[in-house]
Structures are given as C-alpha cells and as structure tokens.
Nanobody, 120 residues
Framework: VQLQASGGGSVQAGESLRLFCAASGRIFTINDMAWYRQAPGKQRELVASIARGGNTNYADSVKGRFTISRDNANNTVHLEMNNLKAEDTAVYHC???????????????WGKGTQVTVSS
C-alpha cells in the first residue's frame, strides 16, 4: 500500500493550489483521510481531515480558505487551497487510516510530502 501526493508548487499570496493524493495497493477500505503540513523548524500539524462519511475538520488557520474532499471509489483525497498566505508555506503530507486486504486491523499510512511555497 502506498499514498502518492502531488500538486504542490510555488505561488504568490492570494493564489490557489490543489493537492491530490491517491492510495493504491491491496486496500479493503479507508477510514479517515487527512492532510498535514510541516514548516521548517515547526512540528507537523493537521490541516484538514475527512471521514469516510464526509465529516470534515479544519485547522483554525485554514478555515474558510481550504476545502478537503475525497473520492471513496478511487481512494483519493484532495485539498483545495485558496487565498494562500506566506504562512501556508510547508511540506504537505497526505494521511490515511486504512484496512488492508487480509489484515484484521487498520493502519496509518503517510505519503511523501509535496512542497507548497507561497511568496508574499
């Protein structure tokens, strides 16, 4: 099982980016999916999460600007980021709590990060 993230880049403040993450492999089902970020010298923090049923949770710093969504049929999660600010600059990691085929418990999986750089 692996998570592959893409969509990062360098933009100016006020612009938008969309991140994409796909989970692949012998997956039975995925519970929560999320995006975390880690800025230089800071701890990794939760940006947004989404349950299988669609319930979402956002960090206060991104509420109203970011939207998380998922496609359960294709095991993907997206993060639409609007009105980006310099403080959004970080490496963004996708996360999934998923059940593998043949395994009797769920496990946490992380994708490699994708860099988001916002210039003011």
């Amino acid at each position: 099982v692996q998570l592959q993230a893409s969509g990062g880049g360098s933009v100016q403040a006020g612009e938008s980016l969309r991140l994409f993450c796909a989970a692949s492999g012998r997956i039975f089902t995925i519970n929560d999916m999320a995006w975390y970020r880690q800025a230089p010298g800071k701890q990794r923090e939760l940006v947004a999460s989404i349950a299988r049923g669609g319930n979402t949770n956002y960090a206060d710093s991104v509420k109203g600007r970011f939207t998380i969504s998922r496609d359960n049929a294709n095991n993907t999660v997206h993060l639409e980021m609007n009105n980006l600010k310099a403080e959004d600059t970080a490496v963004y990691h996708c996360y999934a709590d998923l059940w593998r085929v043949g395994l009797g418990y769920s496990m946490d999986y992380w994708g490699k990060g994708t860099q988001v750089t916002v210039s003011s």
